[in-house]
């Protein structure tokens, strides 16, 4: 199983950002996904998951109506769109494959991806 | 929103076991996930559903649960054993929910 992810960077308040996942090793459509940031110095919080066919989506309250989280299964990769960035969105994001079906534990985690939100 | 409650530090000296709370209301109506995570490298799950080890865990590894108190177990710690420990529910209606994490030193 592989993870490997990539975007992020530096974005302004009320800017965009959009997140990859790219996965290998197993077989991405039947899996769910998630992600999950850490602020600098934190503890983890859950953002978002995704269903294996990407019909069913959930997001923590902190990012709802701000991120999208979708998933391309003929390119095994994962997505997370950032709109309205807010400074406290300033966090390294992780990608992680669920065990099995939604509530189960994460599996596996890509490496992370720091965004930083600063003007 | 429910909250875990995880001491912020643990020591132990080398060879001891340190044990890791994860306090939560009526925490033994859910299955209780563990992360370990060292500095600078992505979270890994070393105790799943309570007290099942993935692939790889060592034995010395163990997770419990007593009252409204979950419990990871390391015997005979090691240095390796150093790292940030977080403890992982899901509530009904999809919600996810992570511990404050707890840094164990090994000292």
């Known amino acids: 199983v592989q993870l490997l992810q990539s975007g992020g960077g530096l974005a302004q308040p009320g800017g965009s950002l959009t997140l990859s996942c790219e996965a290998s090793g197993f077989a991405f459509e039947n899996y769910p996904m998630t992600w999950v940031r850490q602020a600098p110095g934190q503890g983890l919080e859950w953002v978002s998951t995704i269903s294996g066919s990407g019909s069913n989506v959930f997001y923590a309250d902190s990012v709802k109506g701000r991120f999208v989280v979708s998933r391309d299964n003929s390119q095994n990769t994962l997505f997370l769109q950032m709109n309205s960035l807010e400074t406290e969105d300033t966090a390294t994001y992780y990608c992680?494959?669920?065990?099995?079906?939604?509530?189960?534990?994460?599996?596996?985690w890509g490496q992370g991806t720091l965004t930083t939100v600063a003007s | 929103s429910y909250v875990l409650t995880q001491p912020p530090s643990v020591s132990v000296a080398p060879g001891e076991t340190a044990r890791i709370t994860c306090g939560g209301d009526?925490?033994?109506?859910?299955?209780v996930h563990w992360y370990l995570q060292k500095p600078g490298q992505a979270p890994v799950l070393v105790i799943s559903?309570?007290?099942d080890r993935p692939s790889g865990i060592p034995e010395r590894i163990s997770g419990s649960t007593s009252g409204n108190t979950a419990i990871l177990t390391i015997r005979g710690a090691e240095a390796e054993n150093e790292a940030d420990y977080y403890c992982?529910?899901?509530?009904?209606?999809?919600?996810?929910?992570f511990g404050g994490g707890t840094k164990l030193t090994v000292l």
């Open positions: 992680a494959k669920i065990e099995t079906t939604i509530l189960t534990p994460f599996h596996f």
């Open positions: 009526e925490i033994g109506d859910h299955h």
């Open positions: 559903y309570d007290n």
């Open positions: 992982q529910v899901f509530k009904s209606s999809f919600e996810v929910v």
